[in-house]
């Protein structure tokens, strides 16, 4: 089995990155928790940005398959006009 980690944004089906180890993924997350809510790359598409929302989950996926196969999903980071809230696998 051949894994990739990818940032993903699931509500808009959005992937952010690919990243070979964890602590690369966690180093990208930790940037963007650092970067305003309403600017690129936190800034929502949708047209509700306002009072929308980034869940950003670290997935693991075995790439040696195609499709590739989703192994788990870490819900990591929340981003919004709140701030930036950390998930417990953070």
């Not at 808009?12 to 990155?17: A, L, P």
């Not at 963007?32 to 936190?42: G, V």
Request: proline share 6%; with cysteine; hydrophobic share 35%.
């Amino acid at each position: 089995m051949s894994i990739v980690l990818v940032i993903e944004y699931e509500m808009h089906d959005e992937q952010c990155g690919e990243f070979s180890s964890y602590e690369m993924a966690l180093a990208e997350l930790q940037r963007r928790a650092e970067l305003p809510w309403d600017q690129s790359p936190n800034r929502c598409p949708c047209t509700s940005w306002r009072s929308c929302q980034r869940e950003y989950e670290i997935v693991d996926y075995d790439v040696s398959e195609r499709p590739w196969r989703r192994v788990k999903a870490n819900p990591i980071l929340q981003v919004s006009a709140d701030g930036a809230v950390w998930g417990v696998d953070a």
